[in-house]
Nanobody
């Protein structure tokens, strides 16, 4: 069956960095556009950023642009989210998601598969 497994979350101080990973199995990874979403306490799930099938294109939410970087290693069926200059507002559960659409979509309903999430807490 299809599995998306996030890891790497944790507690970090303001200004610090963290890298979370998403390992995918059970599907042909190179056929899927991938994205990261997050849900902060008491808020709706929001788009963080996405990456094309080949990894050549990325797109980010304004709130993380310039601080977060998404990459993927298709040989390892893994996507990464490098988070720098973290702020308390970045505290959330981070989810990876995949869609067979050939473009990065901001709407979570577009995505077919989801991971269980990894929690990131940024202390002030």
């Amino acid at each position: 069956q299809v599995q998306l497994v996030e890891s790497g979350g944790g507690l970090v101080q303001t200004g610090g960095s963290l890298r979370v990973s998403c390992v995918v199995s059970g599907l042909t990874f190179t056929l899927y556009t991938m994205a990261w979403f997050r849900r902060a306490p008491g808020k709706e799930r929001e788009f963080v950023g996405g990456i094309s099938r080949s990894g050549s294109s990325t797109f980010y939410a304004d709130s993380v642009k310039g601080r977060f970087t998404i990459s993927r290693d298709n040989a390892k069926n893994t996507m990464y989210l490098q988070m720098n200059s973290l702020k308390p507002d970045d505290t959330a559960v981070y989810y990876c998601a995949g869609t067979k659409l050939g473009y990065i979509d901001l709407m979570p309903t577009t995505y077919d598969y989801w991971g269980q999430g990894t929690r990131v807490i940024v202390s002030s």
